[in-house]
């Protein structure tokens, strides 16, 4: 995953191609156990699908601009630039859903 320090930035790299962002944040028990899922999830159009991720603790502009209400989060931007947020721990399987229906 490549890291990102602004929503901003995460727009200006993903630009053309569809991304997620992982919102995370040091020491979050359930960052870390969603990070687990997001590395064992299979993605659909996965060798289109870029990763991002950001930390709140370097960035903590990014819940304002996102208007995030906790973390983990999933922001995935599709190939057009549509935004869609998924806030919370989730299984695989439903962030394979939320992928495949943003896409």
């Known amino acids: 995953m490549e890291r990102v320090h602004s929503f901003q930035e995460f727009l200006e790299r993903s630009k053309g191609f569809p991304a997620l962002l992982f919102v995370k944040e040091k020491n979050c028990p359930y960052c870390k156990a969603a990070e687990e899922v997001l590395g064992g999830a299979f993605y659909p159009d996965s060798e289109n699908l870029r990763l991002?991720?950001?930390?709140?603790?370097?960035?903590?502009?990014?819940?304002?601009?996102?208007?995030?209400?906790?973390?983990?989060?999933?922001?995935?931007?599709?190939?057009?630039?549509?935004?869609?947020?998924?806030?919370?721990?989730?299984?695989?399987?439903?962030?394979?859903e939320f992928i495949a229906g943003a896409l």
């Open 52 to 96: 991002f991720e950001a930390l709140i603790d370097d960035s903590p502009r990014l819940t304002v601009d996102l208007g995030l209400t906790g973390v983990p989060a999933f922001v995935l931007k599709n190939s057009k630039g549509r935004i869609k947020i998924k806030v919370g721990l989730c299984k695989a399987i439903e962030l394979q």
